[in-house]
C-alpha cells in the first residue's frame, strides 16, 4: 500500500511561486537569473485550539490564514522582484485585508442585490429571485477575471499559476520533480482558489435560497454574515473534489475548472523550475 502524499497548496506570485505544506511555506522567486527561495516553519490557531481542526471551522480558518499568507508572500515577491521598495507591516496587511473585504461585498454582494431590485416587482419567487441576483455575481466576477486576465504582467503571474498546477500534478503522480515530467500535466487542478471562488458562488446561492426575499438591508446583513457558512462549506466540497472522482462531483467541480482557462496559463521552463525549488523546499 503506497503511502498518503500530504496535500501540498500553492500560489502563484509576482515572478515566483509559493508553496505550503504540512510543515514548512516556502516562497521562491526569480530574480537576475537565480531562483531566491524564504522558507518559513507553519504556524496555524488550530495548533492551540484542536476544534479548529473540525469541518467547517478548518475551512473559515483556513481561508483566513491562506489570505494574510497570500498578501504577505505577494509583498515579499514584489520587494524580491524589485517592484516594491520594502515588504508590507502587519498594520499594512490588515489594512489590504480590510480594503480587500470590503471591495468584494460591495461588488459581489450588494451590487448583485441592488440589480435584482428593478426586476423583483415582476417576479414572486423568492428562488428566482435569488438565482438571478447569484447569476449577476457569478457574470461580473467572470468579466472581472476577463478583463484582468487581458493585462500584460497579469498574464506573467497567471504563467506561474500554471507552473504550480503542473508541478503539483507531477507531485501527486510520484514523478520525478523535472520540468521537462511537469511540462506534461495541465494547468488545471481541482483544489484551485480559483475553483473555490466559483463554489463559493454556487453554494451560496443555494444557501441564501433558504432565506426567502427579505429588504434589501436584511439581504445585505444576512449575506455577510453567511460567509463564513459557505466558505466552510465550500472548502470541504474542494477537499473532497482533490480526492474524489464521483460523477457528482465533477459536475460541481466543471465550471470552477473552467474558470481556470483564464487564470492560468502556459509555463515556461524556467517558470517550472521556480515551482519545482519552491515544492522541493516544503518536503
Same mark, same amino acid.
Given at each position: 500500500?503506497?503511502?498518503?502524499? %500530504? ?14 505544506? %504540512? ?18 516553519? &507553519? ?7 484542536? +476544534? ?14 491562506? #489570505? ?13 522582484? $524589485? ?5 508590507? *507591516? ?17 461588488? +459581489?454582494?450588494?451590487?448583485? *442585490? ?6 423583483? $416587482?415582476?417576479?414572486?419567487? %423568492?428562488?428566482?429571485? &435569488? ?8 457574470a461580473i466576477f467572470l468579466i472581472y477575471i476577463i478583463v484582468i486576465s487581458n493585462m500584460q504582467d497579469i498574464r506573467r503571474v497567471f504563467e506561474y499559476h500554471g507552473a504550480e498546477h503542473k ?19 495541465? *494547468? ?21 435560497? +433558504? ?14 454574515? #453567511?460567509? %463564513? ?5 465550500s472548502y470541504e466540497f474542494i477537499r473532497l473534489a482533490g480526492k474524489s472522482k464521483a460523477p457528482w462531483v465533477r459536475i460541481i467541480s466543471a465550471p470552477g475548472i473552467w474558470l481556470q482557462k ?20 516544503? #518536503?
Amino acid at each position: 500500500m503506497k503511502p498518503v502524499k %500530504p496535500n501540498i497548496g500553492g500560489q502563484a506570485l509576482i515572478e515566483g511561486v509559493m508553496m505550503r505544506g %504540512p510543515k514548512y511555506t516556502a516562497m521562491a522567486v526569480r530574480k537576475d537569473g537565480e531562483i531566491i527561495i524564504k522558507k518559513e516553519e &507553519n504556524y496555524s490557531l488550530a495548533d492551540k485550539y484542536a +476544534f479548529l481542526k473540525l469541518p467547517f471551522f478548518r475551512g473559515v480558518l483556513s481561508l483566513v490564514e491562506m #489570505l494574510i499568507i497570500g498578501i504577505r508572500a505577494l509583498s515579499y515577491s514584489a520587494s524580491i522582484a $524589485g517592484e516594491e521598495d520594502e515588504q508590507l *507591516t502587519s498594520r499594512d496587511i490588515t489594512m489590504a485585508l480590510i480594503t480587500a473585504f470590503a471591495f468584494a461585498v460591495v461588488l +459581489f454582494i450588494i451590487i448583485p *442585490t441592488f440589480t435584482v431590485k428593478f426586476i423583483s $416587482g415582476r417576479i414572486d419567487s %423568492p428562488i428566482v429571485l &435569488n438565482l438571478i441576483e447569484g447569476l449577476i455575481r457569478i457574470a461580473i466576477f467572470l468579466i472581472y477575471i476577463i478583463v484582468i486576465s487581458n493585462m500584460q504582467d497579469i498574464r506573467r503571474v497567471f504563467e506561474y499559476h500554471g507552473a504550480e498546477h503542473k508541478v503539483v500534478h507531477c507531485y501527486e503522480n510520484g514523478e520525478k520533480l523535472t520540468p521537462e515530467n511537469a511540462a506534461k500535466y495541465k *494547468t488545471l487542478h481541482p483544489r484551485c482558489g480559483t475553483s473555490f471562488i466559483m463554489v463559493v458562488m454556487l453554494i451560496s446561492i443555494l444557501l441564501f435560497s +433558504f432565506l426567502g426575499w427579505p429588504g434589501i438591508l436584511e439581504r445585505i446583513i444576512s449575506r455577510i454574515l #453567511l460567509l %463564513p457558512v459557505v466558505a466552510g462549506i465550500s472548502y470541504e466540497f474542494i477537499r473532497l473534489a482533490g480526492k474524489s472522482k464521483a460523477p457528482w462531483v465533477r459536475i460541481i467541480s466543471a465550471p470552477g475548472i473552467w474558470l481556470q482557462k483564464f487564470t492560468t496559463r502556459e509555463p515556461d521552463e524556467s517558470q517550472l523550475e521556480v515551482a519545482i525549488a519552491a515544492l522541493k523546499s516544503v #518536503l
